[in-house]
């Protein structure tokens, strides 16, 4: 007896060891999943180009489908950042932007991307400013919004002007500060169209610049 008592006891203690185990090499597959689904993750390209003294930030944001997800995931998981730097000549911006991926046992799907359309009009820090602007997916296109072409491509045009203004700092009086205004930096995607696409949004500069204010400057030569 004391023999099969002490026989059940190693075959428990096996028992558990195994189960620990499993129970280990189900967290690293489950983590293992977080980074392989971003491997395989389904994409779509963004693209486009830059002016001279301008960088793009974009900030993929994303949320879960299943309904017991939420609590699992982390807002940092839900977020991906692209990004250029400034440079003094045009440049051209290429990102590959995951549609949907796999976090843990919870899948992630894209449902905006905003952007940060960052110009600088002189060297000191307090002459950087952006504006914003935003991909935008969707179930089905708004009246008036075109689709992607036949070849998988969708082509904007953004252009950023200048608008000039006294300063309002008080360290800064009597010079010229200025503001960035950039229309058309965006555009409406569907969701089940996007993987696999390329989105083309090229950015130009105003050449006139204007007054943050209307009727505040007298245009002269």
Known sequence: MQHLSQLYGMTRMRLCSYRSIGLALLTISL????ILGSLFAERFTFEGELPADFYLEAQAHYY????????????????KRFETQYQATPQNYRF????????????????RVGLFINGRYGEREWQQIY????????????EGFTGF???????????????????????????????LNCSGAGAYLVGQELAGKTVRLDFAVNPEEKPSYSNSWIKFP
């Open 31 to 34: 983590s293992g999943c977080g």
């Open 64 to 79: 879960v489908t299943e309904s017991h997800c939420p609590g699992l995931v982390s807002r940092s998981q839900l977020t």
């Open 96 to 111: 590959a932007i995951p549609v949907s991926y796999r976090v843990g046992i919870c899948q992630a799907r894209l449902y």
């Open 131 to 142: 504006d914003n602007g935003e991909l935008r997916i969707v179930d089905e296109l708004p």
């Open 149 to 179: 072409q036949p070849d998988g491509t969708l082509h904007r045009q953004a252009v950023c002007t200048w608008w000039f203004q006294m300063s309002h700092a008080i360290s800064r009086k009597g010079e010229i500060s200025k503001l």
